[in-house]
Nanobody, 117 residues
Framework: QVQLVESGGGLVQPGGSLRLSCTASGISFRFYAMGWYRQAPGKKRELVARINSDGGTNHADSVEGRSTHSRQNAKKTVYREMNSLKVEDTAVYYC???????????WGQGTQVTVSS
């Protein structure tokens, strides 16, 4: 059974920082590209970053310069460090695993990030 479990969300003040984690089980993690998506209330889910299987990353313009991403294959975990958080970063953040196959993609349950004073 495949599981992606996110953690690290919470309430933070504008300008603050958070570190999200996503731990996978049931997949050959090192072969998967891992993505972070977010969905704000009333908006579509959007891709904010993708960490390829070789560790290369791509970020959305909206978070460029304010977030870093990494993966530890031995722990089957990806991380997202978010800095200088803004109110508009408030959303549910989802982890996504994109594997080397047509049907090999999975979602986590999401973790809420709320940026508010």
């Amino acid at each position: 059974q495949v599981q992606l479990v996110e953690s690290g969300g919470g309430l933070v003040q504008p300008g603050g920082s958070l570190r999200l984690s996503c731990t996978a089980s049931g997949i050959s993690f090192r072969f998967y590209a891992m993505g972070w998506y977010r969905q704000a209330p009333g908006k579509k889910r959007e891709l904010v970053a993708r960490i390829n299987s070789d560790g290369g990353t791509n970020h959305a313009d909206s978070v460029e310069g304010r977030s870093t991403h990494s993966r530890q294959n031995a722990k089957k975990t990806v991380y997202r460090e978010m800095n200088s958080l803004k109110v508009e970063d408030t959303a549910v953040y989802y982890c996504h695993a994109d594997g080397p196959g047509v049907a090999l993609n999975y979602w986590g349950q999401g973790t809420q990030v709320t940026v508010s004073s």
